[in-house]
């Protein structure tokens, strides 16, 4: 299953939550809703989850190993750092 596509749906520039982003896989299957998060130690991406009967948080869509996890987290976080270049350009008027 290859990434074929990733937009960043919204960038937030207070608090932890960073952008939200959408993703797309062989241009067939797209994955809402997935959050980039600044944690204490570094920037992380949060697949979209939802509140189980507990009050505990579960996600609805995850990768399944630690290399596809990997694969998936530094695609977005490249595709959100390229869209922050570009917004700054933009602001800078370059």
Not at 23 to 47: C, P, S, W, Y
Not at 49 to 60: A, M
Not at 69 to 76: D, F, G, P, S, W
């Amino acid at each position: 299953m290859e990434i074929t596509d990733v937009k960043i749906r919204k960038i937030i520039a207070e608090g932890r939550l960073r952008a939200v982003v959408s993703v797309t896989f062989d241009n067939m299957l797209a994955v809402h809703d997935i959050k980039i998060v600044q944690g204490d130690e570094r920037i992380f991406v949060a697949m979209p989850s939802r509140k189980d009967e507990n009050g505990v948080f579960r996600d609805i869509v995850h990768p399944i190993s630690p290399s596809s996890r990997q694969l998936l987290e530094e695609t977005i976080l490249e595709a959100y750092s390229r869209q922050l270049a570009m917004s700054e350009a933009e602001e800078n008027g370059e």
